[in-house]
T-cell receptor, first 114, second 116 residues
Framework: DADVTQTPRNRITKTGKRIMLECSQT?????MYWYRQDPGLGLQLIYYSFDVKDINKGEISDGYSVSRQAQAKFSLSLESAIPNQTALYFC?????????????FGPGTRLTVL | AQSVTQLGSHVSVSEGALVLLRCNYS??????LFWYVQYPNQGLQLLLK??????LVKGINGFEAEFKKSETSFHLTKPSAHMSDAAEYFCAVSEYSGGGADGLTFGKGTHLIIQP
């Protein structure tokens, strides 16, 4: 079984729609992250959370919001999707007990905004 | 602020030849450095990591990387390329700020092509 799961794996939506991407983990890690990947740009950090009550913006948080419903769940929302949010989105986790340095990635969600 | 530069968006080598993927970093504090691999339609898999221990780090699948502080580099090598090594490779840096490591900063990636 996968330690970090993301749903859905693929999603096509229309401009202006609200969409939520979900991430769950069974690794028992306290830290969770959302990244987006665009071709030729690598991965960029959107939001990260060190625990349920600690949410932090990353380098490209505009147009996105997050919710940490439980230690194991971290959701990313696009309130009003736009075409330039078409990308591959990754969730990741890390363990503060080991310094939170190494991150473990989910399989990704491919989002297309028409 | 930390940053990563990967030289060459595409690198092509022959099967059996040396693989060398270049990564230079910028960091205000001693960094933690990583190489990740992404196979087509898959997530990221950690190849190896540098966390201030030995400067020569060995990873999975025969890859290794050497941390050179004077050159601010962390180049990835493999003595003999295999067809299965064809993938996208990302170098990443993280800074430990006392409160814990924040998110990773990634390079733009290098697409490794293996010629038969």
């Amino acid at each position: 079984d996968a330690d970090v799961t993301q749903t859905p794996r693929n999603r096509i939506t229309k401009t202006g729609k609200r969409i939520m991407l979900e991430c769950s983990q069974t690794k028992g890690h306290d830290r969770m992250y959302w990244y987006r990947q665009d071709p030729g740009l690598g991965l960029q950090l959107i939001y990260y959370s060190f625990d349920v009550k600690d949410i932090n913006k990353g380098e490209i948080s505009d147009g996105y919001s997050v919710s940490r419903q439980a230690q194991a769940k971290f959701s990313l929302s696009l309130e009003s999707a736009i075409p330039n949010q078409t990308a591959l989105y990754f969730c990741a986790t890390s363990d503060s007990g080991t310094g939170g340095i190494e991150q473990f990635f989910g399989p990704g969600t491919r989002l297309t905004v028409l | 602020a930390q940053s990563v530069t990967q030289l060459g968006s595409h690198v092509s080598v022959s099967e059996g030849a040396l693989v060398l993927l270049r990564c230079n970093y910028s960091s205000s504090v001693p960094p933690y450095l990583f190489w990740y691999v992404q196979y087509p339609n898959q997530g990221l898999q950690l190849l190896l990591k540098y966390t201030s221990a030995a400067t020569l780090v060995k990873g999975i699948n025969g890859f290794e990387a050497e941390f050179k502080k004077s050159e601010t580099s962390f180049h990835l090598t493999k003595p003999s390329a295999h067809m299965s090594d064809a993938a996208e490779y990302f170098c990443a840096v993280s800074e430990y700020s006392g409160g814990g490591a924040d998110g990773l900063t990634f390079g733009k990636g290098t697409h490794l092509i293996i010629q038969p």
